[in-house]
């Protein structure tokens, strides 16, 4: 195969809103190579064997900042996840000051999680080092609709013509949002559907369709995504109670009824059981609520690969 | 007779007197005189001004210049050679400065940085509210004796109505307008941006024209009941300007100021999170910039201000959720004006004008914006064709959180006269 067909040129991955449909099938590919040498006994590639990948969490996170450390390892590269809740910007450094000094340190790639959004690609601006985006703020995780949708290619061999809901709280998910790039570009028909508060009418306007009524957004569907209810967060008046957001959103064994007979459940976690998903749907096996965390090791491995410059057909064989 | 100057051969417009001619305008003892003697011409310093406009002083309802106690972002100095250089011979500043200007004492304090560093004619407004912080009445009376020419609360909106109105009421008695930022907290919930399309797309926190709508609406309805008069400062959305058209159709005593930005951008401008684009009230929709057009052009609008907001880049060079509020603009109004209403044949020049000189004066009594003999001899000489291109070094200001950076404007700034004195000419500030 021709590197044409293979495409990627980016040193960043930032959104994916920004890639192709191609770029994507790249990554799809090379995270089924890396996905095989995982099966192997010595599941470790030299692929970045002496560059040193910089974890820049901001923010809470234990899977993403795993995952990444995991996949980093892997790659044989030296690796360090920094929690900035406690380090020098609390005490005042700008962000510009802090990644220029991480870079200074010898830093070769930096991945980053933030509550602001932009914040990956503003210092994307500032560095020439690859920046691989972990979530910044209700904009974007890349990583997390590559691997989402990377579970789905699996299932169902292409994501054209897929039914996909999105059940939650979208107006602060970060994960809808690259998710429903992604899947659009890939010719699934996405539907948006919660409490009116949290999924506002203007999502229309990115190709997807946008419902309150579950019963009708779930019909027919090959795949529904639960999202957290993120509590903790500003949007205690986007609805009466957690209680009510169960009675009124929750996935329970009547619901999931609604969808068709093989649809799957997909969830980024973590999930609050009881909440927007009843517990024995979590642990089903229509459930793909793990082979997505599995999947998510092999998709970061891809994208830290193919943003240090790896080609994908070095890995594939062709 | 004194020394005369004699400013020969541009095109005088003063809005005020309808006066649009090729002429001449005749200056001595820093006020507009008629044409004097033959003998006393022989002797003037004469100032060619053939090809341009000479229009009278241009006036700024709304600059921030941080004094007292930010004066990293700009000082009296700073501020009024950024003013010059826009053509601006009298502006209005606000009162957040810090600590916020709720004292006499504070009001004399800006007093005398201006008797020492101005280079235009400077008007301080005053608290409403102690500290801006929309809990008691600041002394008005007190203030007004100190100079304060009206009262606000800066960047801030009083969310209490029953205070607001007993603001309005108080103030009016002492004839000084109320400026109000309108803004309902409530709605507006820390939002970064508009709430739109572009919010949606990009997970910035949203922050809905209703917020703006709804607290216009509460000033419209104590100004009718009170009788006081209540200026409205940036306008930003659609049904604002329906909500103002139609009152004053009634003959509400409310008038309302647009900004360029907003006239000039639309909230796509945020797409990539540059923060010279981050402003309170945000840049709204297309449909809302061109109703700010339409609300010019139909007098719905009174006047131009600049909301000048100086911000260093180090402040405003961090993510865009935590960067400051606001953007200068005294340097590039003229241009971005004259592009938007000008240039686009919406207004013709003396209109355009009007919004920026005469009207802007009379909304708060000012005693400016006129060409008429008599009055103070501020002058402005702009080349209405001349295109330019502001960079980040551009700037007099002390700051340069422009948005017009990169961006090219049609119209410059030549030369701009402070009482019969010239201040500004040729990209150099004289004096001080």
Redesign the interface.
């Known amino acids: 195969m021709a590197t044409s067909g293979m495409p990627w040129f980016r040193k960043d991955l930032i959104s994916t809103?920004e890639l192709s449909p191609e770029e994507i099938q790249t990554v799809f590919k090379t995270t089924a190579a890396f996905k095989k040498i995982l099966g192997r006994k010595t599941a470790k590639t030299p692929s970045l064997r002496g560059k040193t990948v910089v974890n820049l969490f901001f923010e809470n996170s234990t899977r993403t900042r795993v995952a990444f450390e995991m996949a980093a390892t892997k790659l044989s590269a030296d690796v360090m996840s920094l929690d900035m809740k406690t380090s020098s910007t609390s005490k005042g450094e700008?962000?510009?000051d802090t990644v220029e000094n991480i870079h200074a340190l010898a830093a070769d790639m930096i991945v980053i999680r933030?509550?602001?959004?932009?914040?990956a690609?503003?210092i994307s601006k500032v560095l020439d080092i690859p920046v691989l985006n972990a979530g910044?703020?209700?904009?974007?995780h890349p990583t997390q609709a590559l691997l989402d949708c990377f579970t789905l290619h699996e299932k169902f061999g292409s994501l054209k013509g897929l039914k996909i809901a999105i059940l939650g709280d979208i107006?602060?998910s970060?994960v809808a949002?690259s998710n429903l790039w992604a899947m659009t570009k890939l010719g699934a028909e996405v539907t948006l559907v919660g409490p009116a508060t949290l999924v506002?009418r203007?999502?229309e306007?990115?190709g997807v369709t946008v419902s309150h009524d579950l019963k009708s957004a779930l019909a027919d569907k090959d795949a529904v995504m639960l999202l957290r209810i993120q509590h903790e967060r500003?949007n205690a008046s986007a609805f009466p109670s957690i209680n009510e957001y169960t009675r009124m959103f929750g996935l329970n064994k009547t619901r999931l009824s609604w969808l068709k007979e093989n649809a799957v459940i997909m969830h980024p976690g973590p999930i609050n059981r009881g909440v927007e998903i009843d517990s024995e749907l979590a642990d089903s096996p229509q459930s793909v609520i793990l082979e997505q965390v599995t999947n998510g090791l092999a998709t970061r491995m891809a994208c830290l690969y193919l943003c240090s410059g790896g080609k994908a057909e070095a890995l594939t064989g062709s | 007779m004194s020394q005369v100057t004699w400013i020969k051969g541009g095109r005088v417009i003063d809005p005020k007197s309808e006066r649009d001619e090729i002429s001449d305008i005749f200056i001595s003892n820093g006020k507009i005189i008629d044409r004097p003697s033959r003998e006393t011409l022989a002797k003037a310093d004469t100032i060619e001004a053939t090809g341009l406009v000479a229009s009278p002083g241009l006036v700024d309802l709304h600059v921030h210049f941080r004094v007292p106690g930010e004066t990293h972002k700009e000082t009296i100095f700073s501020g009024t050679s950024s003013a010059a250089a826009g053509g601006f011979t009298s502006v209005v500043c606000m009162p957040n400065t810090s600590p916020p200007a709720d004292t006499a004492g504070t009001i004399q304090y800006i007093k005398d940085a201006v008797d020492r560093e101005s280079i235009v004619h400077v008007f301080p407004t005053a608290c409403i509210t102690v500290g801006s912080e929309g809990e008691r009445l600041a002394p008005t009376g007190s203030l007004r004796d100190a100079g304060a020419v009206a009262i606000s609360d800066g960047g801030k909106c009083l969310q209490n109505s029953g205070l607001m109105r007993r603001a309005v009421e108080y103030a009016n008695m002492f004839n000084m307008p109320v400026i109000d930022h309108c803004e309902d907290y409530s709605l507006s919930?820390?939002g970064v941006m508009n709430e739109?399309?572009v919010s949606?797309?990009?997970?910035?926190r949203g922050s809905p024209t209703e917020a703006e709508d709804i607290m216009i609406s509460r000033d419209v309805i104590l100004s009718a009941k009170t009788g006081a008069h209540i200026h409205i400062q940036h306008v930003s959305s659609r049904n604002a300007i329906d909500i103002i058209r139609r009152a004053k159709s009634r003959g509400v005593n409310i008038s309302a100021e647009a900004t360029p930005h907003h006239m000039c951008f639309s909230e796509l401008e945020v797409s990539?999170?540059n923060t010279n684009f981050k402003m309170n009230p945000p840049l709204r929709s297309e449909e809302d910039r061109l109703a700010i057009l339409e609300g010019l052009e139909d007098g719905t609008i009174d006047c131009i201000a600049s909301g000048h907001a100086p911000h260093t880049d180090?402040e405003k060079?961090?993510?865009?959720?935590?960067a400051p509020n606001g953007v200068i603009g005294l340097e590039t109004a003229l241009g971005a004006t004259l592009n938007q209403l000008y240039h686009s044949k919406r207004l013709d020049l003396p209109r355009t004008l009007s919004l920026l000189t005469y009207q802007p004066a009379q909304i708060l009594n000012l005693n400016k914006g006129t060409l008429e003999i008599g009055a103070d001899a501020d002058v402005t000489l702009f080349d209405p064709e001349c295109e330019w291109t502001p960079q980040s070094n551009s700037f007099q200001s002390k700051s340069s959180n422009s948005p017009w950076i990169n961006r090219t404007l049609k119209g410059k700034v030549i030369q701009t006269f402070v009482s019969g004195k010239l201040v500004f000419d040729n990209g150099q500030i004289l004096g001080s």
């Open positions: 809103e700008t962000l510009r933030h509550s602001a959004p932009g914040s690609a503003y910044d703020g209700a904009h974007e107006l602060y970060r949002r506002p203007e999502f306007q990115f500003q | 919930a820390n739109g399309l949606t797309k990009l997970g910035l990539d999170f180090y060079d961090v993510e865009f959720d935590y």
